[in-house]
């Protein structure tokens, strides 16, 4: 049901439960004054009744003769002053001598009067037996009266007769009905009035109404793009509320839809920004985690060098200390052979004036002069095995400075170790070179020796001195020649001293840089181990940024089912 009709019902329902309470308690109320009113009127009608009956009929009520009279006239059956003064109206007059109608305007369905008949019980009682008047509701020919009563008094004072006015129920019920009627005819008109007012108002408000709806509606629809009608914003009452209200709603919606929709298009930008670089961002962490793989890898490419590298420094401080312990032999057997060149010397300057006399004794020492030459042939291999530690001391520093080169920033003191490695191994088979430069003279100048011996055996008789002065001098230069031998093996021992000591330093830097390398395996291992963690992550938040774009691109959905009036203020 539209709101126009159910403003007219509502009020004609209204007013017509008003109207209806007003004639039920009208009716109530007019009955009540209708029946004073009546009391009132039969009162006076009484009154006037008998003042007329005692003007017209001048004397007492009496008794004679067993007829009612007033003065000199006689009531019984005189009708001429009762109908005179009940002419035109519906009172019914009756004169009682006793308890019996003398004379009445009453008459019978016949149109007889009715006299002869005696009053209602209660109604002598009351007036003839207790002498007081009597009002009420009283039964005359079948049909209900209302009646006023009052006794009538001889000169003495004695009851003689009822005076009696009354009129029918049914004409007071008319009378009521009468006027009932009246007033709902007037309520009906009143009625009637309000309904069309209602029908008025009902379609001004259910129009104004209807158009409040049809903005809201359109606001429903999404579109905020309209103006209110002024006329309804101008109204003054709960309606131009409404209207205004919706007017602000609309306004403040159309804000908000806009706000909505600016900040919708930031947060797909900073969307897709987002996205973008978590994009780029778990690219790069991909790239990371594979570095950091082949990092893991080439670490543990690293320890193994590096293990390899120990092994290969301890097998060279081996052959270091052996060649050490070899050149303090060698510097031993240089020592002996000065000695001997000394002692050599020193029996040649003794020898040489007994030179003859000890022929066969020099003969003898020299040929064991010459088997001991042979310890000259010892320093040969002792410089070959140098000569062999020297060239595998440079493969293995070469060796070292390429695992040095692998292991990156961790492997550059060892590096540097390596070098000085080298360097020595290069000054030690620079020595051992020299070495064998020296024995190589030393050997000629024995063989040398060897063949003056033979050559003194052979000609001792005809040049032994010139060949034992000859003999003297390279007694000299072979003692000069041991001195150098013993200065270069003193030196290939202060070179492999030097070397160990630094093949230990290397030893202690490849350990720490194995140390190194596994401690950056593990963690490594654990940056791996995050990495991966992170790429999760990574991979959560791309999802989480794709399922915001979504609902980002939803937002966008459904703000675009708005219409708002841009650049100006919605009305």
Do not use: C
């Not at 493969?395 to 020595?424: C, P, W, Y």
């Not at 020296?438 to 020796?449: G, H, K, P, Q, R």
Request: charged letters at 25%.
């Amino acid at each position: 049901m539209k709101f126009k009709w159910k403003i007219i019902l509502s009020s004609v329902g209204v007013i017509l439960a008003l109207a209806l309470s007003i004639v039920l308690f009208t009716r109530s109320e007019i009955s009540n004054l209708v029946y004073y009113e009546i009391r009132e009127e039969l009162q006076n009608y009484s009154n006037m009744g008998l003042r007329l009956f005692d003007r017209v009929y001048d004397g007492e009520w009496s008794i004679v003769d067993g007829k009612l009279y007033k003065g000199n006239a006689q009531i019984n059956e005189n009708y001429e002053l009762i109908d005179d003064f009940t002419k035109g109206t519906e009172v019914l007059l009756t004169v009682f001598q006793d308890d019996m109608r003398a004379a009445t305007n009453v008459v019978n369905e016949n149109g007889q009067r009715i006299i002869g008949t005696q009053a209602a019980k209660e109604v002598t009682e009351r007036v003839i037996n207790q002498g007081k008047p009597y009002l009420g509701v009283a039964d005359v020919l079948g049909k209900s009266v209302h009646t006023y009563y009052e006794p009538i008094r001889d000169s003495s004072g004695a009851i003689i007769g009822m005076w009696s006015v009354g009129i029918y129920t049914d004409v007071v019920s008319k009378k009521i009905d009468n006027t009932i009627l009246m007033i709902v005819l007037f309520a009906g008109v009143l009625a009637a009035a309000g309904m069309i007012i209602s029908y008025i108002l009902g379609s001004v408000l259910a129009k104004s109404i209807k158009l409040v709806q049809d903005r809201l509606h359109m606001m429903e629809e999404g579109k905020f793009d309209f103006r209110f009608d002024e006329r309804l914003l101008n109204r003054k009452d709960e309606l131009g509320m409404m209207a205004q209200s919706a007017k602000n709603m609309q306004k403040r919606v159309a804000d908000i839809i806009k706000t909505i929709q600016l900040e919708s298009e930031n947060v797909k930008v900073m969307t897709e920004k987002s996205l973008k670089s978590m994009e780029q961002a778990h690219e790069g962490i991909e790239v990371i985690s594979a570095t950091t793989e082949e990092l893991s890898s080439g670490i543990e490419e690293t320890s193994a060098s590096t293990e390899q590298m120990r092994d290969f420094t301890y097998e060279i401080e081996s052959k270091v200390s052996n060649m050490e312990e070899r050149t303090l032999q060698g510097e031993h057997l240089a020592d002996e052979i000065k000695q001997r060149a000394e002692k050599l010397k020193g029996e040649t300057d003794v020898s040489y004036q007994n030179a003859l006399d000890i022929y066969d004794r020099t003969n003898v020492q020299l040929r064991e002069s010459i088997k001991r030459t042979e310890a000259i042939e010892e320093i040969g291999e002792l410089s070959k095995t140098i000569l062999d530690i020297t060239s595998r001391t440079n493969l293995l520093a070469l060796n070292a400075a390429i695992e040095a080169a692998r292991a990156g920033e961790a492997g550059k003191g060892f590096a540097v170790v390596a070098d000085e490695i080298r360097v020595l191994a290069t000054n030690s088979k620079n020595a051992v070179s020299r070495i064998n430069d020296i024995i190589n003279n030393v050997s000629e100048a024995v063989e040398n020796v060897v063949e003056d011996s033979k050559a003194l055996l052979e000609f001792v008789d005809n040049q032994v001195l010139k060949d034992y002065k000859m003999l003297v001098n390279t007694s000299l230069q072979y003692a000069q020649d041991a001195d150098k031998v013993q200065e270069v093996i003193t030196e290939i021992n202060n070179i492999a001293g030097e070397i160990y000591s630094k093949i230990q330093i290397m030893r202690h830097a490849i350990d720490e840089i194995a140390t190194s390398v596994g401690e950056g395996a593990v963690g490594n291992a654990d940056i791996a181990a995050k990495i991966a963690d992170i790429v999760s992550q990574t991979d959560d938040v791309l999802r989480q940024i794709i399922e915001n774009r979504k609902s980002v691109e939803r937002l966008d959905e459904m703000v675009g089912f708005f219409q708002i009036v841009e650049h100006s203020e919605v009305m």
